[in-house]
């Protein structure tokens, strides 16, 4: 069974720092570009960082570029993403799903929404 589970969400302050993690299980991970995407409170959901399988190409949001970094664990099956210097804005939660990736990101019509990891930035 094709599966990615989200996991490290948190309640930080502004400032701080997260690393959430994407567990796949059912297939190889490497061969596959997968995305990071978010839905705040509201809002429709947005992409937020796409790591391709084929050459590690990355690709960030305009508002989370210098402040996060996606990377992959190929020996693991597992993608990560750093969050630092989190903002109140960066509150949503955070979904892993194989993707387009790309300007803008898509998530690929082969995958599957999990439950997501919920994040939370307040002092």
């Known amino acids: 069974q094709v599966q990615l589970v989200e996991s490290g969400g948190g309640l930080v302050q502004p400032g701080d720092s997260l690393r959430l993690s994407c567990a796949a299980s059912?297939?190889?991970?490497?061969?596959?570009?997968i995305g990071w995407f978010r839905q705040a409170p509201g809002k429709e959901r947005e992409g937020v960082s796409c790591?391709?399988?084929?050459?590690?190409?990355?690709y960030y949001a305009a508002s989370v570029k210098g402040r996060f970094t996606i990377s992959r664990d190929n020996t693991k099956n597992m993608v990560y993403l750093q969050m630092n210097s989190l903002k109140s804005e960066d509150t949503a939660v955070y979904y892993c799903?194989?993707?387009?990736?790309?300007?803008?990101?898509?998530?690929?019509?082969?995958?599957?929404w999990g439950q997501g990891t919920q994040v939370t930035i307040s002092s």
């Open positions: 799903i194989r993707a387009l990736c790309g300007r803008p990101m898509y998530a690929h019509p082969s995958g599957s």
């Open positions: 790591i391709t399988g084929s050459d590690d190409m990355t």
């Open positions: 059912g297939f190889t991970l490497k061969y596959y570009s």
